[in-house]
């Protein structure tokens, strides 16, 4: 049974931080690509950042980059999101995904909420 549970969302001022975890299970983490995606309120599910399966190479959106750093610890099956200088329009629904790296099914989070506001 394949999970991925996201925690540490919650409420921040803007400029503030918070960072997001995703805990993976069920499947072989290691050979799978991850990425965080976020859904703004009446929006489309946007890509914020990916992150080789392994050598730590990763790609961010424009509009996180400089703010926002993905990594990923292999041994503990965990990704991570470390968010700073967070914005209002950062306000979603954060979700973690999981891509085999040849090609497959993919999987989904649940999702954790993040609220930027004053």
């Known amino acids: 049974q394949v999970q991925l549970v996201e925690s540490g969302g919650g409420l921040a001022q803007p400029g503030g931080s918070l960072r997001l975890s995703c805990e993976a299970s069920?499947?072989?983490?290691?050979?799978?690509?991850m990425s965080w995606y976020r859904q703004p309120p009446g929006k489309e599910r946007e890509l914020v950042a990916d992150i080789r399966s392994v050598g730590g190479g990763s790609n961010y959106a424009d509009s996180v980059k400089g703010r926002f750093t993905i990594s990923r610890d292999n041994a503990k099956n965990t990704l991570y999101l470390q968010m700073s200088s967070l914005k209002p329009e950062d306000t979603a629904v954060y979700y973690c995904h999981a891509r085999p790296v040849g090609g497959g099914t993919t999987y989904w989070g649940q999702g954790t909420q993040v609220t930027v506001s004053s």
């Open positions: 069920g499947f072989t983490f290691s050979r799978y690509a």
